[in-house]
């Protein structure tokens, strides 16, 4: 969704507050575990109302996908763009970047790339960082409780795309951007993306270069000009306002089937599953239990069969040297932490 122009921020006093470094339920790998939102307040509360810029923006977008059954706009190429780019955008974007190394600091990795896998998580529309982990913390520190700003036990429809439209537990305060996200909006980069139009430039401008790419592409092939505009559409339209949309539904489901579908490998205080389904169209966030009882490792599977695709990712960039001080899950990191212990004993 656009991003919430949020001027106060620029007000904040990163001096005045302790800084959340990392404002989750975290464990390192030392094997301590740490509770750090415990000692926060909860979050600041506001009357239900519409939030016109998101409502505009999510049914306007879902409105220009419907171009998508017009054959007139219709190439193999556009769908298999839309396909690849359902997993790299929103598979690197949202589930990586913004989710495991933003919201848990599951692990760490250059600034440079970082900071291109948020640009490439802007051109999915779902808010710049800032929000994005703010909801996220507050969902997992409240998770089906009142606070929880996207719980199934209101209804599907609420946490699935209704909690979006309506904010009825200030989501866009200025309070709770710095409870839950003062780690990001203490440096500039981040700053920038919450109260300038970056996000909405960056998401628009992949569409022309989707259209660019297109007629561009038309033109070496030799095509008339009709052709190659219509070439051009094709792939904006599947590559990126319809792969737009898909992304959405599937990090909504995550919020939504996952608290009401599925098995669950950990008693948990709240309603959180594991979904198959989920977890093949998310690249791995759909092993949803798992996440719940031990959100700041970086692999959500458990289970032989749990395949997360996204933690193979961060596996390789930690064998390139491109990531480190990486999150193993709760059990191995007591297992490691034993001969430690013992030694010293």
């Not at 949202?94 to 599951?106: K, Q, T």
């Not at 093949?280 to 798992?290: A, D, F, K, T, V």
């Not at 491109?322 to 490691?336: N, S, T």
């Amino acid at each position: 969704m656009a991003s919430v122009q949020t001027r106060s921020i620029v007000e904040l006093d990163v001096t005045r507050e302790r800084v959340v470094t990392a404002a989750m339920p975290v464990s390192g790998n030392d094997g301590q575990d740490v509770d750090v939102l415990g000692a926060l307040p909860p979050v600041v509360r506001a009357k239900p109302r519409i939030v016109w810029d998101y409502a505009i923006v999510v049914v306007g977008v879902h409105v220009l996908a419907l171009l998508a059954c017009v054959p007139w706009f219709f190439s193999w190429t556009g769908v298999i763009l839309m396909l690849v780019g359902t997993y790299v955008y929103g598979g690197l974007g949202i589930n990586l970047c913004y989710h495991r190394l933003l919201s848990h600091r599951a692990f760490k990795c250059p600034v440079w790339l970082e900071r291109f896998f948020v640009f490439i998580a802007l051109c999915c529309m779902q808010d710049a960082p800032g929000r994005w982990v703010a909801a996220h913390r507050i969902h997992h520190k409240f998770a089906d409780d009142e606070p929880d700003p996207h719980s199934p036990l209101i209804s599907f429809l609420w946490s699935h795309i209704g909690w979006l439209m309506v904010d009825k537990h200030g989501l866009n305060k200025i309070a709770n951007y710095e409870r839950y996200a003062r780690d990001l909006l203490r440096q500039p980069f981040y700053l920038n993306l919450e109260r300038q139009l970056v996000p909405i430039i960056v998401y628009l401008g992949h569409w022309v270069l989707y259209f660019a790419a297109g007629f561009i592409a038309g033109v070496l092939m030799r095509y008339d000009t009709m052709a190659c505009v219509q070439f051009g559409l094709s792939l904006m339209v599947w590559g990126a306002i319809v792969r737009t949309v898909t992304v959405w539904h599937i990090t909504w489901t995550v919020n939504s089937l996952t608290h009401m579908f599925g098995y669950r490998n950990y008693n948990t205080d709240e309603a959180s599953r594991n979904n198959w389904f989920v977890a093949l169209i998310s690249s791995g966030e759909g092993w949803h239990n798992n996440h719940h009882a031990d959100p700041a490792a970086a692999n959500n599977s458990r289970r032989w069969w749990e395949i997360d695709l996204i933690y193979g990712v961060i596996w390789l960039l930690e064998k390139f040297g491109l990531a480190w001080d990486v999150v193993k899950p709760r059990e191995q990191r007591r297992a490691d932490n034993r001969p430690a212990q013992a030694t010293q004993s």
